[in-house]
């Protein structure tokens, strides 16, 4: 099986088994807050909490330039969140050994190794699918915030869920 396949099936996976816990399709408000001095996501529906759970976040894409920027490189986050995007994006290696003069492996490599990147709009699910196949993560929810800016959390590890 390509490399790609199993990255998309990887998603798909993943994808059915947050529907059995979450509607996806929902319009959630995100928050984070401290518990026990330890940042968490709080999924929140109709100012009921949904979810809570340990989180990673991986970056900001702006729908206006279409710029991707990691983490790593926006100033105040946490410096956890800082060394498991460095971890991350050091697993370049995989598509630079199996660099098979493909588009899409060129542009899993590329996004790694860079800081921020120019990402077309039709090509961020790529990303999507990438960050959770590179990790263990559960799920990445996208929240918009200002200035079209949507940032990608990903849900680690569910610690609560309510009905």
Same mark, same amino acid.
């Given at each position: 099986m390509k490399l790609l396949e199993k990255i998309r099936k990887n998603? /798909?996976?993943?994808?059915?088994? +947050?529907k059995k816990? *979450? @509607?996806? /399709?929902?319009?959630?408000?995100? +928050?984070?807050?401290? *518990? @026990?001095?330890e940042p968490k996501l709080f999924l929140i529906e109709n100012k009921?909490?949904?979810l809570i759970g340990d989180f990673h976040f991986y970056g900001i894409y702006n729908k206006n330039t279409e710029l991707w920027t990691w983490s790593n490189v926006i100033p105040n986050v946490l410096l956890n969140q800082i060394k498991y995007i460095k971890d991350l994006r050091n697993k370049a290696y995989i598509f630079e050994k199996n660099m098979d003069l493909s588009k899409t492996n060129m542009f899993f490599y590329q996004f790694l190794i860079n800081d921020s990147m120019y990402?077309?709009?039709?090509?961020i699910s790529l990303v999507y699918d990438l960050i959770l196949y590179l990790t263990d993560?559960?799920?990445?929810?996208?929240?918009?915030?200002?200035?079209n800016n949507i940032q990608f959390t990903g849900l680690s590890k569910i610690l609560e869920l309510h009905k």
């Open positions: 998603s /798909k996976v993943k994808f059915n088994e +947050i816990k *979450i @509607n996806i /399709k929902k319009n959630y408000t995100i +928050i984070f807050e401290d *518990i @026990n001095k009921k909490i949904k990402i077309p709009k039709k090509f993560d559960i799920f990445i929810f996208e929240s918009t915030h200002s200035i």
